[in-house]
């Protein structure tokens, strides 16, 4: 079975940083493109960022480049998003996500961690 | 960035019916569409890849249609567990974008 454990959230201050992890099993972790997709309070899904399986590719929406850094593990099959310069904007649950074999879809989503970006 | 344009933003509807969403791209995205269901407090369920590819375990009664830039979600004979919201998104090749989303509700 495919479990996705989303670890890390929590509060902090704007400007501040925050790291979050998601620990990955049941399936063959490198095999895999990863990604982060976050939900702020009441609102839609928004993408934040991909990896390809070996971590040499990684791909941002606009409004984190240069602030959230995306990285893997596969020896301990865990995914990660380092997050800098933190605004009250990036207060979301962020959801670690298996993108498809297809490249095109997120079939397996965990259940999220919440991050609060407050004074 | 390619946007999608979901409709209606919510819809209200009985055990039962049938129903329709709609979601629209600002270029052609040839069939790289996705649909997703999600329950307050729990994490997205996908239903539809590939425009109108059934994932496993997802009952029929779900399907999807649509290529270019016209997409729809129906559902048929609604049952009290498909009362949910209900995403589309999209995939250009390079990064995601999903739609606003579609509360569905009991009439």
């Known amino acids: 079975e495919v479990q996705l454990m989303e670890s890390g959230g929590g509060l902090v201050q704007p400007g501040g940083s925050l790291r979050l992890s998601c620990a990955a099993s049941?399936?063959?972790?490198?095999?895999?493109?990863m990604s982060w997709v976050r939900q702020a309070p009441g609102k839609g899904l928004e993408w934040v960022a991909n990896?390809?399986?070996?971590?040499?590719?990684?791909r941002y929406v606009n409004s984190v480049k240069g602030r959230f850094t995306i990285s893997r593990d596969n020896a301990r099959t865990s995914l990660f998003l380092q997050m800098n310069s933190l605004r009250p904007e990036d207060t979301a649950v962020y959801h670690c996500?298996?993108?498809?074999?297809?490249?095109?879809?997120?079939?397996?989503w965990g259940q999220g961690a919440l991050v609060t970006v407050s004074s | 960035d390619i946007q999608m344009t979901q409709s209606p933003s919510s819809l209200s509807a009985s055990v039962g019916d049938r129903v329709t969403i709609t979601c629209r791209a600002s270029?052609?995205?040839?069939?790289?569409v996705a649909w997703f269901q999600q329950k307050p407090g729990k994490a997205p369920k996908s239903l539809i890849y590939a425009a109108s590819s059934l994932q496993s375990g997802v009952p029929s009664k779900f399907s999807g249609s649509g290529s270019g830039t016209d997409f729809t979600l129906t559902i048929s004979s609604l049952q009290p567990e498909d009362f949910a919201t209900y995403y589309c998104?999209?995939?250009?090749?390079?990064?995601?974008?999903f739609g606003q989303g579609t509360k569905l509700e009991v009439k």
């Open positions: 990896i390809n399986q070996g971590g040499s590719e990684e």
């Open positions: 270029q052609d995205i040839s069939n790289h």
């Open positions: 996500a298996r993108i498809d074999i297809s490249g095109s879809t997120f079939d397996y």
């Open positions: 998104q999209q995939f250009n090749g390079y990064s995601f974008t």
């Open positions: 049941g399936f063959t972790f490198n095999w895999y493109w």
